[in-house]
C-alpha cells in the first residue's frame, strides 16, 4: 500500500505546474488520501518552493523515488512559465499590480476604479430575495427574460432606440466578457480594427487572441480630441471595426456628437463595425451622453456594451450585455455559449430590479459623483500637477512632470512608497508606451473621506521640482 501512495504522488506531482500553492495543495490531498503525516511548505516555515516538497516526500519514498523526484525538481525548477504566443507581450494588469503595492506599502487606493462603498441596499435585497426564492441554477444562456426585458427598456429610454430582447439583448459575466465574446464572435485572424489609445488594457489583450492587426489612433492632451484626418487615413479596405469607449477610460474624454458623425460617416462609407464601450454612460458630467448606435444608420452595424457594475457600485457582480442587430448577435452569442455559457441567475434578477429604478437615482447619482470630483480636481490642482478636464468616468488624468520624474512607471512607484498614494501609469494604454509616460491617472470613487486624505498626503510629502 505504501508503494501504491508513493507511486501515486510522484504521478501527481509530474502534472502539477511548479508553484508553492499547487504542492501545498498535493500535499493537503496526499495526506487525506494515503494517511500520511506530511508538513506543507507554510506549516513548516520554509516556502522555499519545490525543492523543499522534495525534501520532505522523501522520508515516504524509495530511495530510488527520492532520485527520481529531486531530479524532476531540478528540472521543473528551471523551467520557464508557458503561455501562447498570442499573450507573450502581456503581464499582470496594471490594476492587479498597484493594488498590490497599495496594500503592501498602506497606500490610499486611487488607482485601480472600484468604488469603496456599497451599492443600493434595494439592488442587495433583490438579490437576496432571489437566492432564497431558489434561482441558483443556470440561467438561460443568453440571460433571463426579465433581465433582457429591463436592459432594453432602459436602451430605449437612454438612446430611443426600440430592441428585441430575445433577439438583440445578450447578457454577459461582466462588460469584459461583453467585450470577448464581441470581438472572438465577430473578428477573424488578419481583421484590422482601429482603438483609440489610451485604451483600456483588455482591448488589446483580446485582439490580440482574435488574431486582429491592431491600428491605433492616439488621443492626447489637453482636450483628448480625436484626429479626424489620421482616422480617415486609417481606415482601410481591411478595418472590420472601431473599438471605442465614451465616456472614456482613462481620459475622462465624452466623444462630441459631431467626433461621432464622423465615425458614423466613414463606417457607413467603408462597410466597417462599431463596438462600443458605454460602461460609464451614466458618468456623464459636463454634456449628454450618445450612444452611437441612436445615430443614422449605425444601429445595423454597431454593438453597444454595458455594464451594471460602474453605475450601481457593484463591480464584483460582473453582470454586463451586449445590444445588437440579430445578424450581429448571432456571432456574439456564439462565443459567449463557449466563454461563460450563463451568466449568475440571481444577479439577473436583482440586476433587472436595479435597471428599473427610478431617474431620481441616476440624478443623485451623478451628483454623488460630481461632488467626489470637485475634492479630487480642486486637490490635485493644489498640489501642483496639471489636471486635464474630465467630462465624464470617475477618472481624472494629470501631467506629473512638474514632479521631476521621468516616467509615468517612475513616479507611481515614488506616490507609493514615499507618499502613500496610488495612481495608474497611463503608459500601459498604449501600444507605444512613450506616449503616455507624462500622464497618471486618478479615480474619484471613492467616499469623501478616503479623497481628502490621499490630498492632504499629497499635499504634504510631493514637492514641485
Known amino acids: 500500500m505504501q508503494s501504491q501512495c508513493t507511486w501515486t504522488c510522484s504521478e501527481m506531482l509530474k502534472v502539477k505546474p511548479p508553484t508553492l500553492s499547487s504542492y501545498s495543495s498535493t500535499l493537503l490531498s496526499l495526506s487525506k488520501h494515503c494517511h500520511l503525516n506530511i508538513p506543507t511548505p507554510i506549516q513548516t516555515k520554509r516556502a522555499t518552493g519545490y525543492p523543499t516538497l ?75 430575495q432571489a437566492i432564497r426564492d431558489g434561482k441558483n441554477q443556470y440561467a438561460r444562456g443568453f440571460g433571463i427574460p426579465e433581465f433582457n426585458a429591463a436592459i432594453a427598456a432602459r436602451f430605449k429610454k437612454d438612446s430611443g432606440l426600440v430592441v428585441d430582447p430575445e ?33 483600456y488594457d483588455s482591448y488589446e489583450a483580446t485582439l490580440s487572441m482574435a488574431g486582429a492587426k491592431i491600428k491605433c489612433i492616439t488621443l492626447r492632451p489637453p482636450d483628448f480630441a480625436i484626429p479626424i484626418n489620421e482616422l480617415k487615413s486609417a481606415i ?33 462609407e467603408n462597410d466597417v463595425l462599431v463596438f462600443s464601450d458605454e460602461v460609464y454612460d451614466k458618468l456623464a458630467f459636463e454634456m449628454d451622453h450618445i450612444s452611437i448606435a441612436s445615430l443614422p444608420g449605425m444601429y445595423e452595424r ?23 442587430p440579430p445578424h450581429l448577435t448571432w456571432g456574439v452569442r456564439q462565443a459567449h455559449s463557449y466563454l461563460t455559457f450563463a451568466t449568475s441567475n440571481p444577479m439577473q434578477w436583482a440586476a433587472s430590479a436595479a435597471l428599473n429604478a427610478p431617474d431620481s437615482y441616476y440624478v443623485e447619482l451623478k451628483k454623488d459623483y460630481m461632488a467626489k470630483k470637485a475634492i479630487l480636481v480642486e486637490g490635485l ?7 486635464f478636464p474630465s467630462s465624464g468616468t470617475y477618472f481624472v488624468v494629470v501631467d506629473h512632470t512638474p514632479f521631476g520624474l521621468e ?47 490621499a490630498v492632504e498626503r499629497m499635499k504634504e510629502k510631493l514637492k514641485r521640482k
Not at 61 to 82: C, E, H, I, L, Y
Not at 410 to 434: D, Q, R
Open 236 to 268: 482601410s479596405k481591411n478595418t472590420r471595426a472601431i473599438l471605442m469607449n465614451t465616456p472614456h477610460n482613462p481620459t475622462g474624454k465624452m466623444f462630441t456628437r459631431e467626433e461621432l458623425d464622423v465615425i458614423a460617416s466613414l463606417c457607413i
Open 167 to 199: 433577439k438583440e439583448v445578450t447578457v454577459t459575466s461582466g462588460c469584459t466578457e461583453a467585450i470577448a465574446a464581441t470581438i472572438l464572435g465577430l473578428i477573424n485572424p488578419g481583421d484590422e480594427v482601429i482603438l483609440f489609445a489610451p485604451f
Open 407 to 453: 516616467t509615468d512607471i517612475a513616479f507611481c512607484e515614488y506616490l507609493i512608497k514615499e507618499v502613500g498614494v496610488v495612481a495608474i501609469p497611463t503608459s500601459v494604454f498604449y501600444l507605444n508606451p512613450e506616449e503616455g509616460k507624462n500622464l497618471v491617472r486618478f479615480t474619484f470613487c471613492k467616499d469623501e473621506g478616503t479623497l481628502r486624505s
Open 381 to 387: 490642482n493644489a498640489v501642483g500637477f496639471k489636471v
Open 54 to 128: 522534495m525534501a520532505t516526500l522523501s522520508g515516504v519514498s524509495t530511495q530510488k523515488d527520492a532520485v527520481s523526484q529531486q531530479n524532476v525538481s531540478t528540472q521543473n525548477s528551471n523551467r520557464p512559465v508557458q503561455v501562447a504566443q498570442r499573450l507573450e507581450k502581456f503581464k499582470t494588469t496594471i490594476f492587479t499590480q498597484m493594488s498590490m503595492l497599495a496594500i503592501k506599502h498602506g497606500a490610499i487606493n486611487l488607482g485601480q476604479g472600484f468604488p469603496n462603498f456599497d451599492g443600493p441596499d434595494f439592488v442587495k435585497e433583490a438579490a437576496i
Open 302 to 324: 454597431t454593438v453597444t456594451m454595458n455594464s451594471l457594475g460602474k453605475t450601481f457600485s457593484l463591480t464584483g457582480w460582473k453582470i454586463g450585455w451586449a445590444i445588437a
